[in-house]
């Protein structure tokens, strides 16, 4: 977590055109000490993280979590329990949360169309479009069984021949699931604060910075993660490819190599918007991945990047005949108002800014 810290606060430095030299170096130091300690190591098996049967197993993996177990003295929101299963699952995704008698969730957190879109083209995808990157598969609903005990199929899969027309058309986040809790808010899934993976991609992050573009050393962190999603559940796949000194590109690229992959590897574990505000964008130092995202990407005005000029604010609907969901790349960008400034960052807690007389101002516009 100190590793973490260091390349936060360094990444601010450089946003603000500062040096940040001392900090990357140190989150490089830190994260060396915990991947060289030996005392953790990647699961073979990218979905085995989240299998609430294998959570031990987990913490080979995992350095710090917060641990929950379904509470029998208490119920709901004083429970020990945690909710994940209900708040990430959907109504016709049946027993995976203690919530009555069709155990399904109620989809308060959800992602969008054009995020899951994202993670099957490009690095995630081979060319005959056969095999995708297996993280898809361990994080996200595939299909499920809904209602009558139909099978539904979840964006952007398409439904067999045969199957009728049962869809789901939001991406739906498959890493809570326990359907032995107690009751909606009582479930045993842990919550992954920060884990070996992670370290790996803060060593190539910090790397990156340091000398300007992707060295063996960072290419050889960020690789080894990759090695992990391409061995899928034991049967091994052609993609994603390592990257070498070509297909990593410059600083710039190779910055959004690590922040796409972090957004597959770490969906739903929390740390999404920290890499919108911390890290510099392919458009310079001054413009975070927040602005990157969200002022330019998806509202279609990043000129000179043709493949992120196709997004539409209209949700995807089935067609059963042409089996097909249109359109694709669906976002809900009006949602998000990123040119008020105060928008790019929370409010600091009144009550640390009482407890910290040093911590100095609130952020700005709160």
């Not at 810290?5 to 360094?10: D, I, Q």
């Not at 995020?115 to 995630?124: E, L, T």
């Not at 920060?194 to 990156?208: G, M, P, Q, S, T």
């Amino acid at each position: 977590m100190l590793a973490q810290a260091y390349l936060t606060y360094g990444d601010q430095l450089i946003l603000k055109q500062q040096d940040a030299t001392e900090y990357m170096q140190n989150a490089v130091t830190y994260a060396d000490s915990v991947i060289n300690s030996n005392q953790y190591s990647l699961l073979n098996n990218y979905a085995d993280l989240f299998d609430i049967g294998k959570e031990t197993l987990a913490y080979n993996e995992v350095i710090f979590g917060i641990r929950f177990q379904t509470d029998p003295t208490n119920r709901a929101q004083p429970a020990a329990g945690s909710e994940y299963a209900l708040r990430f699952n959907v109504a016709n995704t049946r027993y995976v949360s203690a919530s009555g008698e069709n155990q399904n969730g109620d989809g308060t957190y959800r992602i969008q169309n054009w995020f899951i879109d994202h993670y099957r083209d490009g690095d995630y995808r081979d060319a005959d479009s056969l095999e995708f990157d297996y993280r898809n598969e361990g994080a996200f609903w595939q299909s499920s069984i809904g209602n009558n005990n139909n099978t539904y199929f979840v964006y952007p899969n398409v439904v067999p021949a045969g199957m009728g027309n049962n869809t789901i058309g939001n991406p739906i986040i498959r890493k809570y699931i326990d359907p032995n809790g107690k009751d909606q808010r009582n479930h045993g899934n842990d919550f992954f604060i920060i884990r070996l993976a992670e370290v790996y991609y803060i060593k190539a992050e910090a790397l990156n910075e340091l000398h300007g573009g992707p060295t063996a050393e960072a290419l050889a962190a960020f690789n080894t993660v990759r090695a992990r999603a391409r061995n899928a559940d034991g049967t091994a796949r052609s993609v994603p490819a390592d990257l070498d000194a070509v297909t990593a590109g410059d600083q710039a690229h190779f910055r959004m190599k690590i922040f796409d992959d972090r957004g597959l590897e770490l969906v739903g574990e929390g740390q999404r918007w920290f890499d919108l505000v911390r890290m510099p964008s392919p458009l310079g130092n001054t413009v975070t991945m927040y602005e990157y995202q969200f002022l330019h990407r998806l509202n279609n005005k990043l000129e000179g990047y043709p493949e992120y000029t196709t997004f539409t604010n209209t949700n995807p609907t089935y067609n059963n005949t042409t089996k097909l969901w249109t359109p694709r790349n669906g976002v809900h960008s009006y949602s998000l108002n990123v040119t008020i400034p105060k928008f790019l960052l929370f409010p600091v807690p009144t009550s640390e800014l009482i407890q910290n007389l040093n911590f100095g101002g609130q952020n700005p516009g709160w």
